[in-house]
């Protein structure tokens, strides 16, 4: 069946409701709703059955079910070093050194952990998120410039640095594509990505910009101005994607405040992120499964905060999993969300919304507007569908023929689908990285798109105005 132009209905209905109504739970099932009507012809009661059977049909995906429990479990770990006192620990320490002194310390510091943290996106966030989240409140620094952060040291580094699961995936795309005259070497060719991945290289440098100056524009002034001002460091009527009574649990009464009880836990994370990509690789980090290696590292990292709390005597094994339990609990919304934007990116494959817009763009390529055309089109597939590797897939394979049988430039050309792409997962509402973001900062989560989107949108511009000097030079 041919869908066309209907295809990008569901996504952008989706998106722009949660935009305007903040109600992005609704906006997400409604846009699932909406594609699963037109995918049935027009029948309502037939769409909606099969709207709720996409909805179940998630969890067919292990990945999708691994990413999910990942997610919920995020909030025990959270709930543990909040408990025993390792968070509180790691700020007294903070402060007993005067290593954060300053709003604009906290922003540089976080900057720079998420710039070290390249392993995994959604571990990125993450340990990012849960080390500066007191620090940016004890400075009552928004809770938005925390998610922007988080966000934009993620995606946009992790496509940056060869070793890891991204490089290793765009790798295997060009891999298939080695029939084609000069794709016998894919390392080489996607290292030479690396310089010319505009809107990648923009954003981490724009992030630290905006770090380092403490200068903000636009949405996230007004987020800056509301927490200096006022010290509340979410908006009137906010719904932060985790429980206050987690992001805000206060250690057990009596203990000693040991910030080691934090650093330890958040260490064997991120160690055990590469080890588990070299197992489920089988020893090849490259070729390791990350929805398996994000799910064992938060996994070792809970059972070594528990483990931590027991030989201490600081929590007892009830305590352990009330913590435990807890925290999960406080992170239900998420593991909702989560799989609300799974189906609706489910919804948009079968109905081709990618494809018939990559169709789009194929009239109108010439040589010298080849780049800044795949750009726009890959940001405009990932920001719908909220997948970077999935406009990947759809994208490379039509870029590498293009531009090798249009004599352009083969390395822009594939810079420019991977960094068009980095742009969806880098903010749309339904990217598995915005939506950790703003978990991991405790922020609402259309807060966090609304203040991080015209920064996105400004750095989008210049990258396809870099993208179409290069085609032409």
Not at 55 to 61: G, L, S, T, Y
Not at 150 to 166: E, G, H, Q, R, V
Request: with cysteine; proline share 4%; net charge neutral.
């Amino acid at each position: 069946m041919e869908f066309s132009w209907l295809s990008v209905i569901p996504p952008l209905f989706a998106i722009l409701l949660a935009i305007k109504t903040r109600q992005v739970y609704l906006s997400l099932f409604l846009g699932i709703v909406v594609g699963w009507i037109i995918i049935s012809g027009g029948n309502v009661l037939t769409g909606f059955e099969l709207s709720i059977q996409s909805i179940v049909d998630v969890f067919k995906d292990a990945g999708n079910t691994r990413v999910i429990i990942f997610c919920a479990l995020v909030g025990a770990l959270i709930s543990l070093t909040q408990a025993n006192g390792g968070v509180q620990g790691f700020v007294d320490f903070i402060q007993k050194k005067n290593i954060v002194t300053s709003r604009r310390r906290a922003t540089v510091l976080s900057f720079f952990v998420g710039c070290i943290v390249f392993i995994e996106s959604s571990i990125s966030c993450l340990v990012t998120g849960t080390i500066f989240h007191p620090i940016f409140e004890k400075f009552k620094i928004s809770r938005e410039k925390l998610a922007y952060i988080c966000d934009t040291t993620s995606s946009p580094i992790c496509i940056l640095i060869p070793l890891n699961a991204w490089g290793a995936y765009v790798v295997s795309l060009l891999e298939k594509e080695s029939s084609l005259p000069g794709m016998n070497d894919p390392v080489s060719l996607f290292l030479s990505t690396i310089p010319l991945n505009f809107y990648a290289i923009l954003s981490v440098l724009f992030a630290g910009f905006i770090a380092f100056s403490y200068k903000d524009f636009s949405a996230m002034k007004k987020a800056e101005t509301r927490s200096f001002e006022t010290g509340k460091t979410f908006a009137e009527g906010a719904v932060p994607m985790i429980s206050e009574d987690v992001a805000s649990l206060k250690p057990k009464k009596g203990i000693k405040h040991k910030s080691f009880n934090m650093i330890i836990p958040i260490a064997v994370m991120i160690i055990m992120m590469p080890a588990s990509l070299l197992i489920t690789g089988d020893g090849n980090i490259t070729s390791g499964s990350g929805s398996t290696s994000v799910l064992w590292s938060v996994l070792a990292a809970i059972i070594v905060a528990g483990l931590i709390s027991l030989i201490q005597r600081i929590l007892t094994l009830k305590e352990v999993m009330d913590y435990t339990l807890k925290g999960i609990s406080g992170l239900v919304p998420l593991a909702i969300l989560m799989v609300l934007a799974f189906s609706i990116g489910d919804t948009c494959r079968t109905l081709g919304t990618g494809i018939y817009v990559a169709s789009l763009s194929k009239d109108l390529l010439s040589p010298s507007v080849i780049a800044p055309i795949l750009f726009i089109t890959s940001a405009f597939i990932s920001f719908s569908t909220g997948t970077s590797w999935g406009t990947f897939a759809i994208m490379i394979p039509i870029a590498v023929p293009t531009a090798i049988y249009s004599d352009a430039y083969l390395s822009l050309s594939i810079a420019a689908v991977l960094s068009g792409s980095v742009f969806g997962d880098n903010c749309s509402p339904i990217s598995d990285t915005t939506i950790v973001s703003s978990m991991a900062s405790a922020c609402d989560h259309i807060d966090h798109v609304r203040t991080q989107l015209p920064y996105a949108m400004f750095l989008a511009t210049l990258a396809a105005g870099l993208f179409w000097i290069a085609g032409i030079i």
